[in-house]
Every structure is written in C-alpha cells, then in structure tokens.
C-alpha cells in the first residue's frame, strides 16, 4: 500500500505526535508498505525532498507558538512531486495548514482520507485568546474540528474513550470513530537494550547519587502540563525525604517560570532541568527514574505513561480519562487527585519497595500492548476500509450519474 502522512510536525522537532507518526511510519514499512511524507520545514524556507526517507518538507511562515510553521494550504509545487507518489490512502494528523493540504489534495485527487485527532484543542485555546474571549474561542475551536473530522475525513481515529466522548457526546460527531491508543516502539526502553556505560555517564552528568530516589517528567513545559503541581509537592516531599529529586526533561515557554519557581522555593538542588533532550536519548532518562509523574488534565493519551511503563517505571498520574484506559490502578500504575493524595502515592512507593517492585514488573507488562506492530494493523485495517468506502462512493456516484443521464434522456 502507498500511504501518505501528512502532518505539521515530524522529525528533527520532538513532541509526542512527532513520536507517533516516527513509530507509525517504521512500523508500516517493516510490514512492506511505502510511507511518504508531507511536512512544514522548520529549519530553513526552502521545498525539500528526502529521496532516501520520503519526506517532502514545504517552507511556511512561524508562527510563535514553539518550532511550528504555518504553510500555504495548497502548496502548488508540492503538487505534482504528490501526485507521483499515487497515493491509495491519506494519513492526515493535524487539522491546520498541511492537514487542509491534506483534504484539498484528497478530494481533488478522489483519495480516501483517514485522520487521527491528536489534540484537546480546547485545552490549548488559551494560547491564541491570551485569556480572552474564551468561550467564543472553545466555539470556534468545535466548529472548526466538526468541520475538518465529519465533513473531509473518510474515517476518524482517536487513541482514547475521553476523545470518543468528546466527538460522540459533545460534537455529536456521526461518522465511524475507531479507538486505537497510539502505539510506541517498546522495545527501545526495554532494559535489555539500554547501554549500562551510557546510562551509568547520564546519572553522572544528572549528578545523581545512588541513594537518590528520583521522580520523573517528561513533556512540553508549559501550563497545560501542570508542572507547578508537580515542583510545589516536591517542596513538600523533600521536607521528610531529602533524597527525593524531580528531573524535568523538555522545554517550552514557561521553562524559566518553573526554574525561578524552584529557586523561590529554595529546592534548586533538588530540582533538574535538562531542557531539550535528543528523540534517541530519552530511554536513558527514564532508567535514571524511580516513578514517572504527570499532573496533566488536558492529555488525550500521553505516550510518555507507556514509555514509562516499556521502562519498567511505574506511572503515577493525575486521575483522568485518558490514562485510565492504560493504567489499572494498583497493578502497573498509581492515581491521585490532589497534592496531598500525590505525595502519599510517592511516599508509599519510596516506603514501600516489595509493592513498588511488583508495579514497575507489571507496568513493563502492559506496556507491550501498546507495540508499534499492534498500533500498525489495527490503523492498516482502518486504512483497507476507508478505501472500500471509497469505491463504494464512487461507484454510487456513477451509478447516479447513469441514472441522471437516462432520466434526462426520456424528458
């Protein structure tokens, strides 16, 4: 099969999506299809081909909001390196430029279009509003979704039951939603495949004692991710259990605000940010962890819990639904809802190291679930159903335009 993913983000940029369209493309092409892709240039302003990867890169404008660039929503010198592609099926993942792109170019082009809804954009309004009109912002951002998910996309697939509600429930979405939690290729935070001498050079490098027990972030730094939590808890923590360190690995706008927010709270030792870290490096810093936490509410998975649990580190996460479907609590994860009810899962694990083992055991179970080979066929058979509807379309649309001919013929 000739597939086509087409996405704002892709690689050298480092985000969850990024992650997923990476595990998902090798994943395609160990099973033998061809996987080409259509991305923004976020290093220069030039159209680029990578003959080699299949990645046809189109230059936009930035828009300010992190690495990301806003290009011409039918870019007409990307057209015809697409076009000889030929394309059987359309991968769209995200709903802006490249993802209109997408929905021009399949429906000119009378390619079935599959796309995956990534992002709670409600979540995220706050960044175009700046705190205003917020309610006539959460509107447009519905509208919009309805618009690109119902009316252009041949078939939708979101990663969990909290995005399912909020297409059925909410947006009274009525095309077919297929549920498949993202995938990740598990196998490089296995244990097994992690270098003792470059782990042994990062905990150096991380200045981390034997007898430290560390408490692990991983994400973009900014408020949706409710980092403060996580820093002001650790104040707390550190009080009884000196040896408690919180590692903080990513970057985003509001990275100073939570390093001075460390300093105010007098915890700098205690507290590590490693800023941007490298997409083939990241394995290394969950072996330095004893827990992975997260206090976000506005996830619709959030890779990075089955990262953690690939690692063998067990999850401890702000109580939602889209880590309920992965996380049985008590068996590979823990939950809590507020600050206190937090420290007292950390503490219980720290106390507790028979139970901490028997999670971090159960955790690297659940996580094969979640294998990029399973993630692979589960949307391959989205993408064989979208073609039939299709031909199926198409052949009604012969069929009604016999029937318009003939009918005209007898008037």
């Not at 903080?248 to 590590?272: R, T």
Request: glycine share 4%; charged share 30%.
């Amino acid at each position: 099969m000739r597939i086509g993913i087409f996405s704002e983000t892709y690689t050298p940029y480092i985000s969850g999506l990024v992650t997923s369209e990476l595990m998902l493309k090798n994943a395609l092409e160990k099973k033998g299809h061809e996987v080409y892709v259509v991305t923004a240039n976020l290093t220069n302003f030039k159209y680029e081909y990578d003959e080699k990867e299949k990645v046809l890169r189109i230059p936009g404008i930035p828009t300010g909001i992190y690495d990301s660039r806003l290009t011409s929503i039918y870019p007409i010198q990307a057209v015809n390196k697409i076009k000889s592609w030929n394309l059987e099926v359309i991968h769209s993942q995200t709903e802006f430029a490249i993802g209109t792109f997408a929905r021009l170019f399949a429906k000119q082009y009378n390619i079935p279009l599959v796309h995956t809804y990534h992002t709670m954009y409600e979540d995220y309004i706050h960044y175009i509003t700046k705190g205003y009109f917020k309610k006539s912002g959460k509107k447009l951002v519905e509208y919009f979704t309805k618009f690109y998910c119902e009316t252009t996309a041949t078939e939708l697939i979101v990663p969990t039951n909290k995005t399912y509600k909020l297409f059925k429930e909410k947006y009274q979405f009525e095309k077919n939603i297929h549920i498949i939690p993202t995938g990740i290729e598990v196998e490089r935070f296995y244990e097994e495949n992690i270098d003792p001498k470059q782990l042994l050079l990062l905990k150096k490098n991380l200045k981390l004692a034997k007898k430290d027990f560390v408490i692990l972030f991983i994400g973009r730094l900014a408020e949706e991710k409710n980092i403060e939590f996580l820093i002001n808890s650790h104040k707390k923590l550190i009080e009884k259990y000196p040896n408690m360190k919180l590692i903080i690995v990513g970057d985003g706008p509001d990275k100073e605000k939570y390093e001075n927010l460390g300093k105010k709270l007098n915890i700098s030792k205690q507290l590590v940010f490693t800023g941007k870290v490298a997409w083939e490096d990241i394995p290394y810093y969950y072996h330095c962890a004893n827990v992975f936490a997260t206090a976000s509410t506005t996830e619709t998975q959030g890779l990075t819990i089955i990262e953690a649990m690939a690692s063998g580190i067990v999850p401890v996460c702000m109580r939602d639904e889209a880590f309920i479907s992965m996380i049985t609590e008590n068996l590979n994860g823990l939950f809590f809802e507020t600050e206190k009810e937090y420290e007292e899962q950390i503490k219980r694990l720290y106390t507790h190291k028979e139970e901490h083992k028997r999670l971090n055991k159960q955790a690297r179970i659940q996580a094969e679930h979640y294998s990029s080979s399973n993630y692979a066929e589960r949307v391959l058979e989205v993408y064989k159903r979208a073609i039939k509807e299709k031909q199926e379309e198409n052949r009604f649309g012969i069929f009604s335009k016999i029937a318009k001919t003939i009918k005209g013929e007898h008037k």
